[in-house]
């Protein structure tokens, strides 16, 4: 038996459900993360996400606070412009002593990034078998033995694509609140809607709280601002379709690496802005999902 076929990887509790009809991942309550401020980033796939995450990572080591982030994509590429590299993963790291964790070293699987960013790549189970989720609690439960979490300030979790199952949305169960990467397109926010919907559900027996979208690759922001109007979701950052963006991740690295200019710099104080923020604290939202059909006649057309 391995961690893909083991009966208790998803215990179902009846007494905390996780919304109307659900089935979902229940972590371990034993496995907090303790005092840092937690945030779980989401979106479509190929928003950007793990590229706003990483820049985000930096600002807040750039205003001082020790950062861990925390790729939760089997590809494992969250945090390639921090490290310059694909670095191991937890699942590969646990695979490789026959998943005896007490086994292992911190530097076996944690990674120093540009201006001190801890990274970690959860990983995940083979294509098809197992769930996401409980590899998001093996590596929390890791951190935590390792006391890597004792001194950490800010936890930012670069979740993958779009919320489609219980254990996806694991990483809400610690956070404090979910972030969304969306573009000012139908898609983008098509995929908000699931991903507002899947906060909502957690908020109700968790401290998750919906943090607000972040815009991305975007000249704009009519379409998104519609859907705030609608939902009472707030835009917490504008940031435009830049080629330096795009060239940034293509040289691994992150935005305040590459060459200066008045147009980076500006993004750069944008990111600085976010962070310096989300550390505040943001009024957590209480916005109401949209019917799928509601989305198309709001957005889809004239």
């Excluded at 027996?205 to 690759?217: D, E, Q, S, T």
């Excluded at 200019?261 to 750069?268: C, K, M, R």
Aim: with cysteine; net charge negative.
């Amino acid at each position: 038996m391995n961690i893909y076929t083991n009966p208790s990887v998803a215990r179902l509790r009846a007494s905390r459900p996780d919304g109307d009809g659900s089935v979902q991942v229940q972590l371990d309550p034993a496995l907090s993360i303790g005092k840092a401020k937690v945030f779980s980033v989401y979106g479509k796939g190929g928003i950007g996400k793990s590229t706003t995450s990483s820049n985000l990572s930096v600002a807040f080591s750039k205003i001082g606070k020790r950062v861990l982030q925390i790729g939760c994509d089997p590809k494992h590429d969250s945090t390639f412009t921090l490290t310059k590299r694909l670095v191991p993963t937890v699942i590969d790291v646990l695979e490789s002593v026959d998943f005896h964790a007490e086994e292992l070293r911190t530097e076996d699987f944690v990674y120093e990034g540009y201006n001190g960013v801890m990274c970690v790549e959860a990983g995940g189970p083979p294509a098809g078998t197992g769930c996401g989720g409980y590899v998001v609690g093996q590596t929390v439960k890791l951190l935590k033995e390792h006391r890597l979490l004792d001194d950490t300030d800010v936890v930012i979790f670069d979740v993958l694509g779009d919320v489609v199952c219980g254990g996806f949305a694991s990483p809400l169960q610690h956070a404090d609140r979910g972030l969304i990467v969306a573009a000012n397109d139908f898609d983008s926010i098509f995929a908000m809607n699931r991903i507002v919907a899947a906060i909502q559900a957690k908020s109700k027996n968790y401290g998750v709280r919906l943090g607000g979208v972040i815009v991305n690759r975007s000249g704009g922001t009519d379409q998104i601002d519609k859907y705030n109007a609608v939902t009472g979701l707030k835009t917490l950052a504008h940031f435009p379709d830049l080629d330096v963006i795009r060239k940034s991740r293509l040289k691994k690295s992150t935005l305040f690496e590459m060459e200066l200019t008045p147009e980076l710099e500006a993004v750069q104080q944008s990111y600085i802005r976010l962070a310096t923020d989300l550390w505040n604290g943001t009024e957590p939202l209480a916005a109401a999902p949209m019917k799928d059909r509601e989305i198309f006649d709001l957005l889809g057309f004239d």
